[in-house]
C-alpha cells in the first residue's frame, strides 16, 4: 500500500502583474520531490481586482504548463498570433519547448441572456507546470486546447466523480478510461476527485512513481492519512493502492521522476545554468522564439 510520507501546505503570493494565487507547491527546493511536476497554483477570487491585473508577456522554455480553469475565462495569446479564451471547465495544455512568449488574462465569465450580458465575477483554476526531459527541452511548440465536453467525467464504483484530465483511470465496472491527451512528452496522470460522504476512489500507484494529491475543498483520507484544504500530500515511491474517502475536492497527480538536473530562472526551466544565460540573451536579442506553435483543439 502506497504511503502517505509528507502532508505540506502552500502558501498565498502574487504572481504577473500582481495576481493573488495559493502556490501550492513550487521552486528547486521541492523540486526533488514533486519530479516531474515543478509548480501548481491555485488562482483566482470573487474580486475582480485581485487578478484582472493578470499574467502580461512572459516567456516560457523546457516546460510545459497545463491550466484547468473550473470557473470564469481566461483570454490567451502568443507573440505570433496563436490566439483563444480558456472558458470554464477547459483545459490547455501548453508545450512550451524551445520558446513561447505570451499572456494569460483571467477575466470574469460572460453569459448571454437575450440582449443582456450578464458576468460572474468569480475565476478559479489551477495552473501545473511539468519539466520536460533534457530530449524534449527545445521541442516544437504547440497547444493543445481541450474544451469540458472532451474531458471524461466518471463515476466510479465506489461513488467519486471524477473529471480525466489525463492518464488511464480502471474501473471494473466501465474498464479502462483513457484522457484526452495521450500524445505527451511526459506521460502523467491529472485528475480532479469529487468525493461525497461515503464515496470512496481506489488507485494503483505506480512503483518509482511520484504521487501527489491537493485538497482543495473539504477533507480527504489518503490510506488514512487525512488532507484538509489547502494541504497536499506527497506519497512514497513504493507503488501500491491508494483508497481516498472523505467529504471533499483533490486534485491527484501522478508522474515517474525525471531525475535530472534543473537549473531554473523565472519562467525557464532547464538542465545547465549555460542554457539560462542562452536563454535569456536570445530574449535580449529577439531570437528566442525559433517557431510557430502549433494547435489541437479537442472538442
Known amino acids: 500500500m502506497a504511503r502517505v510520507k509528507y502532508v505540506l501546505k502552500g502558501n498565498w503570493t502574487r504572481d504577473g502583474a500582481g495576481v493573488k494565487l495559493y502556490r501550492v507547491f513550487g521552486g528547486v ?17 470573487r474580486y475582480p481586482h485581485e487578478y484582472l491585473m493578470g499574467f502580461p508577456w512572459h516567456p516560457h522554455r523546457g516546460i510545459e504548463t497545463v491550466t484547468y480553469l473550473l470557473k470564469g475565462e481566461v483570454k490567451h495569446a ?67 486546447n481541450v474544451k469540458r465536453e472532451a474531458l471524461p467525467s466518471v463515476k466510479t464504483d465506489g461513488g467519486a466523480e471524477v473529471v480525466l484530465i489525463a492518464g488511464r483511470l480502471y474501473e471494473p465496472g466501465t474498464g479502462v478510461v483513457a484522457g484526452p491527451v495521450s500524445d505527451l512528452h511526459v506521460p502523467v496522470v491529472y485528475m480532479d476527485v469529487r468525493l461525497a460522504s461515503g464515496a470512496f476512489l481506489e488507485f ?82 529577439g531570437t528566442f522564439i525559433k517557431k510557430k506553435a502549433s494547435v489541437v483543439d479537442y472538442g
Open 29 to 45: 527546493e521541492l523540486a526533488e520531490l514533486t519530479d516531474p511536476f515543478l509548480l501548481l497554483d491555485h488562482f483566482g477570487s
Open 78 to 144: 502568443d507573440s505570433t498570433g496563436v490566439e483563444g479564451v480558456i472558458r470554464s471547465g477547459d483545459v490547455q495544455w501548453m508545450t512550451a519547448g524551445s520558446g513561447i512568449f505570451h499572456e494569460e488574462m483571467p477575466r470574469p465569465e460572460r453569459t448571454q441572456r437575450g440582449d443582456v450580458v450578464e458576468e460572474d465575477p468569480e475565476v478559479s483554476g489551477f495552473q501545473l507546470w511539468v519539466n520536460l526531459p533534457r530530449a524534449k527541452k527545445m521541442a516544437d511548440p504547440s497547444y493543445k
Open 204 to 285: 494503483e500507484a505506480k512503483e518509482g512513481h511520484t504521487v501527489l494529491a491537493y485538497a482543495y475543498r473539504g477533507r480527504v483520507a489518503l490510506n488514512g492519512r487525512w488532507i484538509g484544504a489547502g494541504e497536499f500530500a506527497v506519497f512514497d515511491r513504493e507503488g501500491g493502492p491508494i483508497r481516498a474517502e472523505g467529504e471533499g475536492r483533490f486534485l491527484l497527480l501522478s508522474g515517474r521522476p525525471l531525475e535530472e538536473p534543473i537549473a531554473w530562472r523565472g519562467p525557464i526551466v532547464m538542465n545547465t545554468w549555460e542554457e539560462i544565460l542562452q536563454a535569456f540573451r536570445e530574449l535580449q536579442e
